[in-house]
C-alpha cells in the first residue's frame, strides 16, 4: 500500500508548475545536484553499455529523466505510473523534449504481461518508501527486469539529519514515507531476490529534500515557510560552493539526503 495515495499524487501534480528536463550541458549552483546525479549515472553506464537497451522508471510522474536517459545515453525508454495526471505530464515532457518512449499508467504490481521480463534496466527516483512492505514493492520491481538486469534504486535518507527535520519541520508528509536506512536498504533487495553492487550514501547535503508543501496556507505559515526554505538553501549553496572550489565533502548516514542502491537481479 502506498501510503500517500494515487489522489495526493495527481493533486500535487496538478498544483505544481512543470518542471525542466534535466539537461546535463547547463551548470551552475542550480543545477549542482542534478550534476552530482549525472556523474553518479555516467560513471555507472560505463559498463553496462545502455544504447539501445530498454530502461523503466517507475514512478515516471512528470519526469526530468525519461528524456535524459534517451538523449544522454541511448537507452529506449518507458516509464509507468498509476497517477493520470503525472502521466499525462510525463508524456508531454518527452514530446517538448523530442523523445520517443512509451508512458504506460499502471499500477506496478498489476502491470500488463507485456511489460514483465523485458528491461534491462529499472530505475527509481523516490518511490519504495512510500510502501509499508519495501520487501514486496521491490519484488515487483523484479518482475520487470530480465535475469541479470539492473536495478538502481534512490530514496531519501530519513534516518539522518532530513529526516529529522522533515518530522519537525512537515511531520505530515513524514508519515507518508517509511524511514528506511542503507542497511535496510541493503537488506531489502537481498530479500527481493538481487545481489547488491553497491548501496551507499549519496551527496554531502541538500535540504531540498525537505517537502513543506502541506504546512498550512495561514499568512504566517507562508512566510515562516518561505523563512525556511530561503535559509536552508542558502546554508547548502555556501557548502555548494566549497565542494565545486575545494573538495567535495564526503556522504554520510547524518547529513546526506539521499541513499543509493545498484543490484543485479539472480
Known sequence: MDRAGKGYWSNLWQISSMPKAFDPGKHGLSSYINQRYHTYLSDLFKFLKPKNKRLLEIGCARSIWLPYFSKEFGFQVTGIDYSEEGCRQAREMMNREGVKGDVICTDLYSPPKSLLGTFDTVVSFGVVEHFN??????????????????????????????????????????????????????????????????????????????????????????F?????????????????????LVVPLPANRYTSPYIACVAKKL
Not at 512537515?170 to 536506512?181: E, R
Not at 515562516?224 to 566549497?242: D, G
Request: glycine fraction near 8%.
Open 224 to 244: 515562516l515557510k518561505r523563512a525556511i526554505r530561503y535559509s536552508l538553501q542558502q546554508i547548502a549553496r555556501v557548502l555548494w560552493i566549497f565542494e565545486i
Open 133 to 222: 512492505d519495501i520487501y514486496a514493492c521491490l519484488r515487483a520491481f523484479s518482475q520487470y527486469l530480465k535475469p541479470g538486469g539492473t536495478i538502481i534504486t534512490f530514496i531519501p535518507n530519513l534516518t539522518g539529519m532530513m529526516g529529522i527535520l522533515q518530522k519537525v519541520l512537515n511531520k505530515k508528509v513524514y508519515d507518508i514515507h517509511v524511514a528506511v536506512g542503507l542497511e535496510g536498504l541493503r537488506a531489502a533487495h537481498e530479500y527481493a531476490g538481487f545481489e547488491v553492487v553497491s548501496c551507499t550514501y549519496f551527496i554531502f547535503i541538500n535540504f531540498g529534500v525537505i517537502n513543506l508543501a502541506d504546512m498550512s496556507n495561514r499568512p504566517f505559515h507562508i
